[in-house]
């Protein structure tokens, strides 16, 4: 919770941050560096907030939901790899 908040206000700080006072330029490559700057910070919010959306899916992965791990398919995956393996080294004699 308190990073989600920390993530917001970094996020409403960065137009902030990148306002550059140097005004000896004339009005043309001040419009550009405006747009550049909305557009720079747009996919900065984008990215941090869809890692965020990522976060909270994921916040609990060993649950029942439909993104959650298949916990008894990789066990049973797992179960059968090494039942695999013994018989390819062991022999049929060992697999039962």
């Known amino acids: 919770q308190m990073a ?3 993530m917001f ?3 409403f700080s ?3 941050a990148l306002i ?3 005004s000896s330029d004339d009005g043309g490559h001040i ?3 405006v747009v550049s700057r909305c557009v720079m910070v747009f ?3 984008y990215g941090f ?3 965020e959306s990522v976060s909270i899916q994921l916040d609990n992965p060993f649950g029942y ?3 959650d791990f298949d916990n008894l398919g990789m066990a049973y995956c797992t179960f059968e790899d090494i039942y695999a393996i013994i018989y390819r080294l062991d022999g049929i004699e060992w697999t039962e």
Do not use: A, V, Y
């Open 43 to 45: 996919f900065i919010t």
């Open 49 to 51: 907030i869809g890692l």
């Open 14 to 16: 960065l137009p902030l």
């Open 20 to 22: 550059d006072l140097d």
């Open 65 to 67: 939901d439909e993104n």
């Open 31 to 33: 419009f550009h560096r």
């Open 9 to 11: 206000l970094w996020l």
């Open 4 to 6: 989600r908040t920390i």
